[in-house]
């Protein structure tokens, strides 16, 4: 299958570097068994970072982490989706080449999709490539030739544009904006950048595969496996690669030319400048049996960081400069210790192989000489740069040096010890931690006894400062430091020791507790870096501009050489830095076997690491690219049961955002795109209108909310890295709106509402009227009970005690008018007759006012006794106010008693000179108000209680209990005392018929004073 060939518009910064080994490039692939396509022919890579795959089966977006397929044709379910190309444009649309038929499509940023077919004016079977001038127009090659789109049609382009064909080979954009077509005769016609006819090239056999490059060099492959770089005007250098199918060439502009065909897979071309040509060594492969998806590569692209990405048969591979390269061993061991060598590279040795030393352009020295089979545990390099290699029966010399300068331990011939770390001091002396054991020192060629100083413990680490001082870690959680006659000890936290570093003036010891700096006489915890925990740590090496380098449980921590200074002058200040994984080419994690040391810093300044999986190196002055994320897009709104479609460049929907009455689910998946590191991409969103805060980043890619009412939101979403402080990449929004179902409406709600309102307030009127009739009933009761007492007075004690005073008024006119008994009957019948007035006012106040219609008059007659009979008579007057209404004949009673023992009670204690007894006839109570201008209430008056053997304020209380109300006695304006008592309308008025009343018609004014009068 012909593929088109594209050049990047700009050669990027970060191009592979052609001295670095192919097989040291950081290499991922993704078949279907790891969800990726298959059948990728062609690459694109949109401004906002996603790359775009044309493959068999339609169109794959690809962030660096998820594949999404795209509906081309959501209205045409069984269409054939199979593509022969895609373009990207600046825009971010994207034009496709359908597989079958003359049918393209053009993709706009937003998801809209535009076709075009024969009767727009594209000819042919099927579009074989598109590419666009630096005016921006749209050029396709078909089987039937060259076409140009005018932003409407496409048009035939011929001999007008110097191309006089009606086919063609391949189409593509080179570096520079010229455009390239390979006809299928053999030749190559560029047409200029700023426009103009196409122009022919050296012709060339009409079997070649050809490019060129933006400096006029012009590539030629030919059949037979001859690769020709033609450079303008210098000699020629010829390649021989394998002969077989062609397919593509590419030319990155940085000194790689990448050769691929459909059945060996991947060359690349290292053409160095000054370098000899046509060497072996300049060409390199890398196919199915290195880790290539499928030997059948169909597509080549280099993104916008200068990565390779390479479409095969069967899925899709990247190739990126690696942060970390893996190393050669000599050996396939588990986790060797290290040391530095002299001049490059490092020494190691393994408890399972014998030792050697490598450099990182894969050169390997054994190390003869090891006793036995079996290997060692430490390797450390002394103060003159001589390598020794440790183990259970004693130390060695690397080569170049002196076998016979073995040293073994003391004791008898072939005594074995654990050993775990070695170190020299500036005094030649050695020093050995050989676990259990102890320590072991050894001073002018002899070991000297056992320091009984040092207490009982597993030493596991040893390391001598530049002061002579000697620092023994040891498995038990302390650290000794031996300086002359002084022992210092530091209890470590808890947790394995791993390792124990010196390194500019601090002693770093690391382990499962992370990693603690000894300063002076103080040892502190290192913090977080970057928000993040330290793990197990098993290697630590600071290098010359300050920072500090960790091999830790997770990866290798890089310690940010500015934050490490301002943490060791301020143990509050946080730690920055950045870290390398598996994204970076360092897979694996810590040896199990405690290597000592599993990182050292080289003599060439390279650092080596030791991890379970093989052996790395890197560069610490090599800066990491940006692993920011693209800004995010939504790919998908689920709801409802169903699913909306979203555009992936845009994130903006292709159906409405209005969701149907029902919604309450709502699921959102979203990504952007990060190549470089997609593990690092973090996301957070919040949705507004429902939660204010956002979501706290996580590496998840949907977002789920349930129980959702009705109402207008937005769905905010935010990309970033894993950096504690939060930076975002960008934003999107998605508003949407769910329509609220009849049941939700703010006018069913509201009608809904009132109905509820409407029935609390019939069940209240329901309630009261039950109330009412109870009350009414037990007042009725009280009432009949009043009449009753009143006829059995009237018809018993005062027709019994008439009778009595006239029978002894008979006698008493028999007697003599100077009899002596007659004055004192006659006294006697005087009380007699005043007890029955009194008695007979009784009688009528218990049925005076059973009708309820004549409190006030009847209140004036009963105020006009009560102060006729008192000696000081004060004014009082009696009022009314509001329109009167008839009463219930019960609450007449009451009211009636409340108000004369409130006169009785003012006359009898306030010295008033003026009382007032004021009815207010009021729509939703009646009020009866008693003010006078006496002295007013007692401070040591209790209102509940009232004085000890006085009756007056309880009976008030009591009779105003029996109306549901409650007495208020306060202060009057002016001096004196004041009682409001406040009768609801229900309980003090008695129904009456409702009469018609004109709306024009002015109501009488309720707060106008009436029946107001003065005694």
Known sequence: MLVALAVLLATPGWALDPRQPLRELHHQRWTELEGGPAEVVSIAQTPDGFLWLATGSGLVRFDGQRFLRVNLFPDQPTRGQGLSHVLAMADGSLWLGLRTGSLAVHRLADGTLRRYGKEEGLIG???????????????????????????????????????????????YRLGDGRLAVNSVDGGVYLRPAAGGAFQRQTGQPRTAQQTFEADGTHWVWQQDGLLRRLPPGAHEDRWRLPASSMGNLRSDGRGNLWATDHATGLRRVRHLPGAAAGTATEVEAFSARQGLSSDAVLDLFVDRDGDLWVGTLRGLDHFSRPGVHPAPAPWDTLGPALAPSAGAGVCLISPWAQPACVTAAGDVRPQPGWPGDNGGSAVARDRQGQVWFGGQMGLWPAQPGNASQRIPWPGAPGTALPLFSFAFGPDDSLWAAVGAAGVLQRQGGRWLPRDERLPAGTAVAVAVDEAGATWIAQAEGRVLRLRGDELRRFDLPAGRVGTLQLAAGQVWVGGEFGLVAISGDQLRPVPPVDGRPLGLVMGIVRTADGSLWLNEAEGVVQVDAASLRRWLADPAAPLAGRRRGREDGLPGTLPPTRPSPSMVLADDGRLWITRTAALYWLDPQQPLPAVRPSAPVVDELQAAGRRWPLAGTGGRPVGPTVLPAGTTQLRIAYGAANLQAPDRTRYRHRLVGLESDWQPPDSRREASYTNLPPG??????????????????????????????????????????????????????????RALQRMRHRLQVQQAERERIARDLHDHLLQGTTAL???????????????????????????????????????????????????????????????????????????????????????????????????????????????????????????????????????????????????????????????????????????????????????????????????????????????????
């Open 712 to 769: 207008d939101y937005v769905f905010e979403l935010e990309s970033g890295t894993d950096d504690p402080a939060w930076q975002a990449s960008g934003r999107t929004t998605l508003p949407l709106r769910i329509t609220p179902a009849l049941h939700q409406t703010a006018a069913f709600q509201a009608g809904m509402g009132l109905a509820a309102l409407l029935a609390g307030w019939g069940l209240w009127r329901a309630a009261t009227r």
């Open 125 to 171: 079977n099927r579009v074989i490539a598109f590419a666009h001038d630096d005016a921006g127009a749209v050029w396709g090659l078909t089987f039937a030739g060259l076409l140009r789109f005018d932003g409407q049609r496409w048009h035939k382009q011929r001999d007008e544009v110097g191309y006089p064909h009606d086919d063609g080979f391949s189409l």
């Open 805 to 1015: 005073t006239l029978q002894v008024q008979a006698s008493v006119d028999t007697l003599p008018d100077d009899h002596p008994a007659r004055q004192r009957l006659a006294l006697a019948l005087d009380r007699a007759d005043d007890a029955l007035r009194e008695t007979r006012a009784r009688v009528e106040g218990l049925r005076a006012h059973a009708d309820g219609r004549a409190l006030l008059p009847a209140l004036q007659v009963a105020v006009a006794e009560v102060v006729g009979g008192t000696t000081a008579q004060p004014v009082v007057a009696v009022r009314s106010s509001g329109e009167p209404r008839p009463l219930w004949p019960w609450a007449t009673a009451e009211l009636y008693e409340v108000a004369l023992e409130a006169l009785r009670n003012a006359l009898a204690h306030a010295q008033a000179r003026h009382i007032t007894l004021l009815l207010h006839f009021a729509p939703d109570a009646l009020h009866l108000t008693v003010r006078d201008d006496g002295r007013g209430l007692p401070a040591d008056l209790d209102l509940a209680q009232g004085r000890p053997g006085h009756f007056g304020l309880r009976n008030i209380r009591e009779r105003a209990a029996l109306l549901r109300a409650v007495p208020v006695w306060r202060a009057a304006e002016g001096g004196g005392t004041e009682l409001w008592l406040r009768v609801d309308a229900a309980r003090a008025y008695a129904p009456q018929p409702r009469r018609w009343r004109w709306p024009l018609r002015r109501s009488p004014d309720r707060h106008a004073e009436a029946g107001a009068g003065e005694l």
